[in-house]
């Protein structure tokens, strides 16, 4: 059974927003399987609905009003704080309908207003609905929800049925551990089962689980999109200069352009200090691109094995070593590669790094270097000695065998990029055929590298794919089939910035 935790499941909720699927629309689908879930366990009676002020009380004002409407049900809806309090706009819609819907409402601002007014309101209901908290509680409980918890496992303890929406309230989502939760006797979940409740902890509070499909767009989860933004790592006020990346950048030689560009994407994206690190003859000609450069000269025209004397402090004090533009494919470099590789933590390879690949390599590197790889077909055709398939399905596949047999994350470039780890697969759509122009695959290995330098691989490669496409779109809007790497860089920020304020 698939597994998904609390942040994936905010980032498909709001990939689905950003394909059109509104968050009241995925509410209104909660909100209508829960009353009928409601419905199969009574036929009639009185039902009351413990509701927090989020989305999971804005599932229950949804169920309440579905029930209300049906023969046979009385309703009521016990409101944990102030309806002026209600955090999101959609739970607030809907808690706007129940005056029109014959739902009486009781605010409970104070928990002894438990012991007294809503005292007789457990007691008389026939079934009660636990949406207090969802799959966003966090830090320690506290009154009036605190107590209401004790209500409810105290009804629940005489014989009264008791459901659970997403999760029992209390729950950890993730891990499944709690200070005190809900004894559900069912609980619906919502699209895919949470981590937390197949926990050892869990299991004898969550009762018989229901996962409910609530119609969220199959794209939302299979494409990257912004809500996989939102999943990555933010700056904290109190950092300070190198907590949010340091990137080395290894190549030119042949080229000066490319190695440029991955640094200056570093920088785009975020990262704090990046050092580019070039053979002597393009030194100058790199650190003329930008003072924001830190650039240190190798010993040689071209990258070479004695370069590893003044590479190992500059792998050490690094985060994240990005590998291969530009370098060319003289059997020195790609020698110097392979030595090289086996010192980095983490290490993004593109362009011509990808020819010093070989099984072994990738066998001597398992475990002790987190590896991305970024070909196009034809790189990947060569790193798998076959040829790379044409139809979609038939590269998925192909990806997803290669990343699972060598322990590495690859983003598979082309009109739909491929990025997958061997155990998951994510695929982007953003981009435009201006982005054949030479560069901006050096700018989307930088820009790999910096949200890498802060994040887990896989979600480091897909948003990197995702944020260079929709840089690249953003110029295609102006300079259309003239666009240029350069015009790609200097949206990357725009692209950033968007998704979090999303």
Request: glycine share 10%; charged share 25%; proline share 3%.
């Amino acid at each position: 059974m698939k597994c998904i935790n609390s942040l994936r499941i905010k980032a498909i909720d709001r990939n689905c927003e950003c394909l059109g699927l509104l968050p009241v629309q995925l509410m209104e689908n909660a909100g209508a399987v829960i009353a009928q879930h409601i419905r199969e366990r009574l036929e009639s009676g009185r039902v009351l609905f413990l509701a927090g002020r989020g989305n999971n009380g804005g599932d229950a004002f949804v169920a309440a009003r579905h029930l209300a409407g049906s023969s046979g049900y009385t309703v009521k809806v016990m409101l944990l704080g102030k309806a002026r309090d209600i955090r999101t706009k959609e739970a607030l819609h809907n808690f706007s309908l129940l005056k029109f819907s014959r739902v009486d409402v009781l605010e409970i601002t104070d928990s002894s207003q438990l012991e007294t007014s809503a005292s007789e309101s457990f007691q008389e209901a026939d079934l009660l609905v636990d949406a207090v908290f969802g799959t966003g509680i966090r830090g320690k409980l506290r009154d009036p929800e605190s107590k209401v918890i004790d209500f409810i496992n105290r009804e629940g303890k005489a014989g009264k049925t008791v459901i659970s929406v997403d999760i029992p309230s209390g729950l950890d989502p993730d891990s499944g551990d709690f200070e005190k939760a809900v004894h559900a006797g069912l609980t619906v979940t919502f699209h895919h089962m949470k981590t937390g409740l197949l926990s050892e902890k869990a299991k004898e509070y969550t009762g018989m689980i229901k996962v409910a499909d609530i119609g969220i767009c199959v794209d939302a989860e299979q494409y990257v999109g912004p809500g996989d933004l939102m999943m990555l790592r933010r700056r904290e006020s109190g950092e300070h200069k190198g907590d949010s990346g340091k990137i080395l950048v290894i190549g030119g030689g042949p080229y000066s352009g490319a190695p440029a560009l991955a640094s200056l994407s570093a920088l785009k994206a975020g990262a704090d200090l990046v050092t580019v690190a070039v053979p002597e003859p393009v030194a100058e000609i790199v650190a003329s691109y930008s003072p924001n450069l830190i650039v240190r000269k190798l010993s040689s025209n071209v990258l070479c094995p004695e370069d590893l004397s003044i590479l190992m402090d500059l792998i050490n004090s690094h985060d994240v070593v990005v590998m291969g533009m530009g370098l060319g494919r003289a059997a020195e470099t790609l020698e110097a590669i392979r030595k090289i590789l086996p010192f980095c933590r983490k290490a993004v390879l593109d362009a011509d790094a990808l020819s010093s690949l070989s099984g072994a390599i990738f066998e001597s590197l398992a475990g002790n270097c987190e590896l991305i790889v970024t070909p196009h077909a034809g790189e990947f055709a060569r790193l798998r000695n076959m040829e790379t398939p044409d139809s979609l399905e038939s590269r998925i596949k192909a990806v997803r065998e290669f990343s699972e047999e060598k322990g590495v994350v690859t983003l598979l470039k082309g009109k739909i990029d491929i990025i997958s780890d061997g155990k998951q697969t994510l695929l982007n759509r953003t981009g435009n055929p201006g982005m054949t122009v030479g560069g901006t695959g050096d700018v989307l290995a930088g820009l790999t590298g910096s949200i890498f330098s802060r994040n887990p691989a896989f979600l480091a490669a897909a948003c990197a794919a995702h944020v260079n496409g929709a840089a690249g779109d953003l110029a295609f809007e102006k300079a259309g089939n003239g666009l240029l790497a350069t015009d790609v860089l200097e949206n990357i920020p725009k692209i950033i910035k968007a998704a979090e304020i999303g």
